[in-house]
């Protein structure tokens, strides 16, 4: 009997211990998680950047790629820096107005290399509610090749005598290896929506994070878009 009491004893610290560890484990590696997600790569460079774009699977990377592949080296240098300038994101900017059904194109040049372009587009449907929709869109372009575009929509009727709610969306297309572009909610109000976007530096030469506003405003026969900075 003592023997079988000192068996289950000791058995007990074993499970006891066994718990313990499993408990202090999954902190541990959470631990060294964050100390890896911490350390970011100092700066973004020609190399790491096609491998970049040789892992995406989207469209749009692959039309990067084939765009930066045909630079020249000082080319791709140089587009490389502009990726990680934070001030050039933040003067990634558009305003634009219009009537529906009269689409609008502004490219805003900010320097050789760089330029905006800001897009609206509008459509009326021939459903009785005469459902309108207004896209608008602020691309930065490198040499001519997009590598972020940011876009906010919204969908309401102008006609008929039902409920006249509005819906909104928003969307990405990023190859801009240097920040993670993300939004939050998009939130409606009558024929308005807006949304956040936040540009978490994946680099350490980007800097801080930057933040914008995108916002959109429709009616029956007119729009207005922009996007702009948020304090910091």
């Known amino acids: 009997m003592p023997h079988r009491t000192a068996s289950r004893r000791l058995a007990t610290a074993a499970i006891a211990v066994g718990a313990s560890a499993a408990i202090l484990a999954p902190t541990a590696h959470a631990a060294d998680a964050s100390e890896v997600a911490a350390k970011k790569p100092a700066k973004l460079t020609v190399a790491s950047y096609q491998a970049y774009l040789k892992k995406q699977k989207t469209p749009e990377a692959k039309k990067a790629l084939k765009g930066f592949s045909a630079l020249t080296k000082g080319q791709q240098a140089t587009f490389v820096q502009h990726l990680q300038n934070r001030k050039i994101y933040e003067a990634l900017l558009g305003q634009v107005e219009g009537r529906i059904g009269q689409p609008r194109t502004v490219v805003d040049p900010h320097n050789s290399e760089v330029r905006f372009v800001t897009k609206a587009s509008t459509s009326v449907g021939k459903d009785k509610r005469?459902?309108?929709?207004?896209?608008?869109?602020?691309?930065?372009?490198?040499?001519?090749?997009?590598?972020?575009?940011?876009?906010?929509?919204?969908?309401?009727?102008?006609?008929?005598?039902?409920?006249?709610?509005?819906?909104?969306?928003?969307?990405?297309?990023?190859?801009?290896?240097?920040?993670?572009?993300?939004?939050?909610?998009?939130?409606?109000?009558?024929?308005?929506?807006?949304?956040?976007?936040?540009?978490?530096?994946?680099?350490?030469?980007?800097?801080?994070?930057?933040?914008?506003?995108?916002?959109?405003?429709?009616?029956?026969?007119?729009?207005?878009?922009?996007?702009?900075?948020?304090?910091?």
């Open 130 to 232: 005469r459902t309108t929709t207004v896209r608008f869109t602020v691309t930065e372009e490198i040499f001519k090749i997009p590598v972020t575009a940011e876009t906010i929509s919204i969908v309401y009727p102008t006609a008929g005598n039902g409920p006249k709610r509005a819906t909104a969306s928003a969307q990405v297309s990023n190859v801009n290896a240097a920040i993670a572009i993300t939004h939050n909610r998009v939130s409606v109000k009558g024929y308005g929506a807006q949304t956040y976007w936040s540009a978490e530096p994946q680099v350490a030469s980007f800097g801080k994070a930057a933040y914008k506003t995108e916002h959109v405003l429709g009616s029956k026969v007119t729009y207005r878009a922009s996007l702009t900075n948020n304090e910091d």
